[in-house]
């Protein structure tokens, strides 16, 4: 598994170079290192690591969400690595698709282990990191009805539209039509709904579905 870091401070290179190294598990490759969104974007589009560990506030004063896009385009996985301190740029990290968020005060095998689980297709948002986020009112601007909630919780759950329609009485084309309601919510709100998957990580950042535990 390789691993990419963005981060403009020497000392969160250094630590976790030396945390992947005396590693037991599946090991963690660190192949490079960018203190700026442009050298990421330079590292990631000639050879796309397994997974980017991403520092919220780069100094560069680069935009995470823009940031957090090329490089899932690009191929990668994205994994925050912040104090987690600002809702705002937090959602606009996940608004862009970033996988999973891991603070810097935590010990630094935990954050291998969500090296690891984002690597292995897991999406990690934990309780706090929600809360804090449903006190962002621009994050939550995209509110649902009850009913679209029931829907959405069904639809990212694996039920089928017709399965969905018996189970709250309604016709196909009601449940179809409550799913392009709430797809045109999320869109308003410049958080990306188009598919199934984004419409999971927009359930677990709004706190309708719970996240996904490691197994």
Known sequence: MSVVVCDD???VWVGLLGAARAASGRPVRLRGHATDAGRLLALVEQQPPDVVVLDL?????SDPGETVARVIAAGSRVLVYSVLDSPRLIRRALAAGAHGLSHKSEPVHLTLDKIRQVASGQILLSPDVLSMIDGDADFVRARLSDREREVLVLYV???EIAQ???QLFVTENSAREYLRRIRAKYTEAERPASTKVDLLRRAIEDGIVPPIEPR
């Open 164 to 166: 969905i329609a018996a």
């Open 9 to 11: 401070h020497d000392v």
């Open 157 to 159: 759950s694996g039920v």
């Open 57 to 61: 506030a780069l100094g560069d004063g």
